[in-house]
């Protein structure tokens, strides 16, 4: 059983030889049958009305959408800074809410100053490695992607691999660095035909086929042997302390 692009989406990728671009083969993914469409999460890291790591995202969504994953951007404008106020606000639930429902993300930033951008980092620093016994990010899969100003660099891409990995995220081996992008995109926003766009349809396209992959096993994939001890240690601790208190009051 394979999963079948969306048609509506192909009108829109005009740069796209679909058919070199067909939906994921469940059956060579040991996926079975799949109950659902991946759910994928897509960050951007600039708040410019002419962002590219947004229009970026939105290119790399109708990718996503055509290899038959259903989608959510999450909007960084009105993202308070990180413990200014509650974690009760609309937009942190918002996006810890997304991030809980999501079994894969995509994460796109500028590079500023050589390193991710503070609005981008703000969005992930929300996102709890634990909140109780719910982990918001463990086991998704990640693609990273960057867009540079000038001259390719990978410094971005780098630092995102990073935090996937804080992050206890299953990032993919391929990976998007968008150089001199106000080149690559044209006055509506879209991305020009290229290897660079070609490189991006990679990355999706991967993504899309690793989520597949993992989703289902990954409870079992980050399953530890030292969070099992502490359990288990736990639990005799629990056991020896009520027999304990059994005693005392017996004797009492």
């Not at 079975?32 to 759910?39: E, F, K, L, V």
């Amino acid at each position: 059983m394979d999963i079948q692009p969306q048609s509506q989406q192909t009108q829109d990728l005009p740069h796209l030889v679909t058919d070199l671009l067909p939906g994921p083969r469940l059956d060579d993914l040991g996926a079975g049958d799949s109950a659902h469409a991946p759910r994928i999460m897509l960050l951007y890291g600039s708040l410019r009305l002419q962002s590219y790591s947004r229009k970026l995202v939105l290119e790399a969504e109708r990718i996503l959408r055509h290899l038959g994953a259903e989608t959510r951007v999450f909007d960084p404008h009105g993202l308070p800074l990180l413990d200014s106020v509650g974690s009760d606000h609309p937009k942190v639930q918002q996006l810890r809410e997304w991030s809980l429902r999501s079994e894969g993300q995509v994460w796109v930033s500028p590079e500023r100053h050589g390193a991710v951008t503070g609005v981008f980092k703000n969005q992930i620093d929300w996102l709890p490695l634990e909140d109780g016994s719910v982990r918001p990010t463990q086991g998704r899969t990640l693609a990273v992607m960057q867009v540079c100003g000038g001259s390719q660099s990978f410094n971005v891409v780098n630092a995102l691999r990073v935090l996937g990995r804080w992050m206890r995220m299953v990032t993919i081996p391929n990976q998007s660095s968008v150089a001199k992008a106000w080149q690559e995109f044209d006055d509506a926003g879209r991305m020009r035909a290229s290897p660079f766009y070609d490189r991006v349809v990679d990355v999706m396209e991967e993504l899309v086929k690793f989520t597949l992959l993992v989703r289902g096993r990954s409870d079992y994939l980050v399953d530890r042997y030292s969070e099992r001890k502490g359990a288990d240690a736990a639990t005799r601790l629990a056991q020896a302390s009520g027999v304990a208190a059994r005693v005392t009051a017996a004797s009492s």
